[in-house]
């Protein structure tokens, strides 16, 4: 092979054809003898020799094709051994942490503090509030309540490295926009833009769904052993104490008393984009043989199609497929929107290209004029603590799909006279509302 051989159209040809073939020798070999049967076996032995496990997803097979022609080959007595059997291969560029002692080290911890944080016993599942790890907050929602599970901050910094070390290494299925760094709602609604059909399904409780053993089994295939993976699964999730169980429904309540992703940790989004990964294949497989087209920001699937397409059918195959992966379709979310009716996702409107709703801009526009007509203080009126940043945040989500709305609306912004943010301080055991000079650091 010359690396003239390895253009991005060749690479992205054999990575389709790889990611469809089983992932051995014969199989590779098979598939790239369609397109380079001169050169197929050299190329399937080379391959495999790289990655005996196959890659995470076909963007990185594509990478690995695109990049192998300046990837020297091993000479023969500088090939490593062949895997003994029951020996995980490592995948992806991750810390390779052995024992529970090396994971320790790397988290500034000792065992006693990893046995403490993992809490794999479980003896704080009943232990009083300063001993537990999170500290939870309640939201209401139209249907039932969200529960948000904060890790305080020892713990919260563990996790922080995890993510950074070892979740951010790992791809997600490309499929999943939500929590990835260049992935937004507008790329989430963009391939579903100006389509004939456009359905919207929600998996209810998302992060709730996740145990501990499906976390474990992410860890363990990236190549971490039993114990490693217990421990780093344990450090992300959590079990919710009764006493915050009291007035939830019972299915959620019992999610909530297994050991489950927290809401609100910082590793949760990237594992529940990874524990998904199954389910993201699946619902692509399932769109490309419908001639539909799929998408998930975190537990919103997206798919859209002709005006022919069998929404029955698709519905059908698509509760079964979330059911087979663990998850559960929310029937009261389920929507199927025609060309003739506002196309809405993620709060953007897709009948054309993703936009905010016109009268989400003509609010925004009005609340701008009356802030600097009467004032931003008059314009408060859930007193938002920093009301200024609450509205450069409407700004920049419109914005995100509009430069002409995004040029107007910062222009409006910059004539109004904003308030310094109020914050509330203790002084003496007591909480005292101080709004900070302009002279005053913040």
């Known amino acids: 092979m010359t690396k003239r051989e390895f253009s991005p159209r060749a690479a992205a040809t054999l990575a389709g054809l790889a990611a469809d073939a089983g992932w051995t020798r014969p199989g590779l070999e098979e598939a790239f003898a369609r397109l380079i049967p001169a050169k197929a076996s050299w190329l399937a032995d080379r391959i495999v020799n790289l990655y005996p496990s196959p890659p995470f ?34 995948r992806f560029e991750v810390p390779r942490y052995e024992t529970t002692g090396q994971l320790a080290r790397s988290l500034d911890l000792t065992i ?14 009943t232990a009083p509030f300063p001993l537990q790890h999170y500290r939870s907050a309640r939201i209401d929602k139209r249907q039932g309540i969200r529960l948000l599970e904060v890790p305080k901050p020892r713990l919260r910094e563990i996790q922080r490295k995890i993510l950074r070390r070892i979740l951010d290494r790992i791809p997600a299925h490309p499929a999943a926009h939500g929590f990835r760094k260049a992935r937004s709602p507008r790329t989430f609604a963009m391939p579903h833009s100006d389509r004939a059909v456009v359905v919207s399904v929600d998996l209810r409780r998302f992060f709730p769904s996740i145990g501990f053993d499906r976390v474990v089994a992410i860890f363990e295939a990236v190549g971490y052993p039993r114990a490693v993976a217990a421990n780093l699964a344990a450090l992300c999730t959590t079990v919710t104490p009764a006493v915050e169980l009291i007035g939830m429904d019972r299915p959620t309540a019992a999610r909530l008393r297994a050991t489950h992703l927290p809401q609100g940790a910082p590793t949760s989004p990237a594992l529940a984009n990874l524990a998904a990964r199954q389910l993201d294949i699946r619902a692509s497989g399932l769109a490309r043989s419908i001639g539909a087209r799929y998408s998930r920001y975190a537990d ?9 397409i069998d929404v029955d059918r698709l519905l059908w195959l698509i509760s079964q497929i979330a059911h087979d992966e663990g998850f559960a379709i929310h029937p009261d979310k389920t929507k199927v929107r025609r060309a003739h009716q506002r196309q809405q996702l993620t709060g953007l409107v897709v009948n054309s290209w993703p936009a905010a709703p016109r009268e989400e801009y003509d609010n925004l526009r009005a609340l701008l004029h009356n802030c600097i007509t009467a004032g931003a203080a008059s314009q408060n009126r859930r007193e938002v603590n920093d009301f200024r940043a609450h509205v450069y945040g409407r700004i920049a989500w419109i914005g995100e799909t509009n430069e002409t709305r995004r040029t107007k609306l910062l222009e409006m912004a910059s004539q109004v006279q904003w308030l310094p943010p109020v914050f509330e301080s203790s002084n003496s055991g007591s909480r005292t509302a101080h709004t900070l000079s302009p002279e005053e650091p913040q």
């Not at 097979?61 to 080959?73: K, N, Q, Y």
């Not at 006693?112 to 599942?125: C, K, P, T, V």
């Open 57 to 90: 997803d076909e963007a990185s097979i594509f990478v690995l094709l695109r990049d192998l022609p300046f990837i020297a080959e091993p000479s023969v007595s500088s090939q490593r051994p062949a895997t003994r059997a029951g020996d995980k291969p490592w």
């Open 112 to 125: 006693s503090e990893i046995d403490w944080f993992a809490d794999l016993q479980g003896r704080l599942r």
């Open 300 to 308: 919103d699937l997206a798919f859209s199609g002709s005006a022919d």
